[in-house]
């Protein structure tokens, strides 16, 4: 396997060069990893399905405008992969309580079983990773991935 990390310079931006070139590369190989693994329970949702029911089975039923917002995705694309997962059986929708003209989306029996062997095979994939780590370890690593990604939420889009 070649290394394609980049050696930066020293100095006061040395340590946000290190931090992109890792993220890129997390997310390739992250990626790429997750599609070369030979286990089936991986492909049963596609990444997006997987975030939608992640984020729906721990939020609560959402509308569509609500989940666009949290996921900082276009509603149109929302809406598509919503349409893709209900087809499929993996969301209900229902009227939206709060506004009766609306709907809102939850996940279904399916798509929370589909999620939970999605989201065991990646555990079950990390610990195999992370097998030589220790706790602590992937305690901060949880934790630091936490922190990256909440800053990431906090981030002003245009």
Do not use: F, K
């Not at 003209?101 to 990390?126: D, F, H």
């Amino acid at each position: 396997m070649s290394d394609d990390r980049v050696t930066e310079p020293d100095g006061p931006e040395s340590a946000l060069g290190r931090i992109e070139t890792e993220v890129a590369l997390l997310m390739r190989l992250g990626e790429g990893t997750r599609r070369a693994t030979g286990t089936a329970e991986h492909r049963v949702l596609d990444r997006a399905a997987y975030v939608i029911l992640r984020h729906l089975a721990a939020a609560g039923p959402q509308n569509v405008s609500a989940l666009a917002a949290r996921l900082n995705l276009d509603g149109s694309t929302v809406t598509r992969q919503v349409s893709a997962m209900q087809r499929d059986g993996l969301i209900n929708r229902a009227p939206d309580p709060s506004d009766g003209r609306g709907t809102v989306i939850s996940p279904s029996p399916a798509g929370l079983q589909r999620m939970a062997a999605v989201r065991a095979a990646r555990t079950r994939l990390y610990g195999g990773i992370l097998g030589d780590w220790t706790p602590e370890d992937r305690e901060t690593l949880a934790d630091m991935l936490a922190r990256l990604n909440h800053a990431l939420e906090d981030h002003p889009r245009r």
